[in-house]
């Protein structure tokens, strides 16, 4: 029983020990991109910025291809789905058009059977019971037939609708295959660029602590060309080109720290940074 406790006591000191190992290397790490200078934070960013506006106009290359692909995916699954239920509809009207075919045969059998009744009646009251079950029968007989009838024209225009998506269907999957050769060719040329910037840019973001990066990414996703981190170009900002006041200008050339643009809100950096 003891050396069982002394397991569990050592157990439980080596987990606590893994714990507070994995806790100092990742203090450690944070302090480390802590303590990287201001200039260096900023050029980290703007190195990133350029890689993530590189990726993005590879994306842009493709186009709006891989939208197009989606769509016509979408609009054949759609079609797919139009045939089906058309198939299924066009049973459900056979299976009732047979049903009525088989009340109007079931209505004649009856009427012969009313008529051979008719030949032996033994007064008027029994005639007319006759007569009017005959009329019945007769009319039972025009409904359904009426009712087959426009069933048949709805099963033939349903047909025609199923051999009208069957083409469009076709050229639809003509289409997609065309548009994802397109696509397909432009993504292997552009495939090996842009995993090597993939790459460098994981690289960088491992170096910029997670305070910042989480502002980057902020900044990004709300910019509507997906620029954060923009240069002064003729002492305005190169982002929303709004004028910079010259003593914030002479802050951003220091790089002593981070900047943001008090109109659209992206990171400044010195102009300098495009030309290193």
Request: charged content about 40%; hydrophobic content about 35%; some cysteine.
């Amino acid at each position: 029983m003891a050396e069982k406790t002394k397991k569990k006591e050592v157990k439980k000191v080596e987990k606590t020990s893994a714990k507070s190992t994995a806790t100092k290397s990742e203090t450690k790490k944070n302090t480390m991109l802590s303590d990287l200078s201001s200039v260096n934070k900023l050029r980290l960013l703007y190195e990133l910025q350029i890689i993530d506006s590189s990726v993005d106009n590879l994306k842009i290359i493709r186009g709006e291809l891989p939208l197009e692909v989606q769509d016509l995916e979408d609009e054949i699954v759609g079609f797919d789905t139009r045939i089906k239920n058309l198939v299924q509809e066009i049973k459900e009207t056979e299976n009732t058009v047979s049903h009525r075919k088989g009340s109007v045969e079931t209505a004649k059998s009856l009427i012969k059977k009313y008529e051979e009744q008719q030949k032996n009646v033994r007064n008027n009251r029994e005639f007319d019971s006759l007569s009017k079950e005959l009329e019945f029968q007769g009319l039972e007989i025009e409904l359904n037939e009426k009712i087959i009838k426009e069933l048949g024209i709805k099963v033939k225009e349903k047909k025609r609708e199923i051999d009208t998506t069957k083409a469009l269907l076709a050229d639809k999957k003509i289409a997609l295959e065309e548009k994802k050769h397109e696509l397909s060719e432009i993504t292997s040329e552009t495939a090996n660029d842009e995993k090597e910037l993939d790459s460098r840019a994981e690289e960088i973001r491992n170096l910029i602590e997670p305070r910042l990066l989480t502002a980057y990414n902020k900044i990004r996703h709300n910019a509507r060309n997906g620029l954060a981190v923009v240069t002064v170009k003729r002492d305005a900002c190169g982002g929303c080109f709004n004028k910079i006041p010259p003593q914030r200008q002479l802050d951003i050339k220091l790089s002593k720290k981070v900047i943001v643009c008090e109109y659209c809100g992206r990171i400044l950096v010195d102009a300098d940074f495009a030309d290193e």
